[in-house]
Nanobody, 117 residues
Framework: QVQLVESGGGLVQPGGSLRLSCAASVSTFRIYLMGWYRQAPGKQRELVATITVTGSTNYEDSVKGRFTVSRDNVENTVTLQMNSLKPEDTAIYYC???????????WGHGTQVTVAS
């Protein structure tokens, strides 16, 4: 079992930045894949960014060059730095962890990000 707790969401103007953090209840050295998903009203949950235990990253096309995912296997955290935010980035952002590629998904409760002027 992994418990994930997100923090750092909020309201920001277009063009602004936010930093999301996710703290895991276990050592993240054992977790193969961690990352972030988001769900906007009326839409399906979608991948935003993932990072493997060795540091390989994957990003959804619309966030490439604006968002950066990182993890700290000493502090057991995964972070999403979001720059140049757009209104279409508005969503609930969920932290995700998997022990293997085909493993069980563990989810946080989500944190709201709203981009509006």
């Amino acid at each position: 079992q992994v418990q994930l707790v997100e923090s750092g969401g909020g309201l920001v103007q277009p063009g602004g930045s936010l930093r999301l953090s996710c703290a895991a209840s276990v050592s993240t050295f054992r977790i193969y894949l961690m990352g972030w998903y988001r769900q906007a009203p009326g839409k399906q949950r979608e991948l935003v960014a993932t990072i493997t235990v060795t540091g390989s990253t994957n990003y959804e096309d619309s966030v490439k060059g604006r968002f950066t995912v990182s993890r700290d296997n000493v502090e057991n955290t995964v972070t999403l730095q979001m720059n140049s935010l757009k209104p279409e980035d508005t969503a609930i952002y969920y932290c995700n962890a998997r022990y293997s590629i085909a493993g069980v998904n563990y989810w946080g409760h989500g944190t709201q990000v709203t981009v509006a002027s």
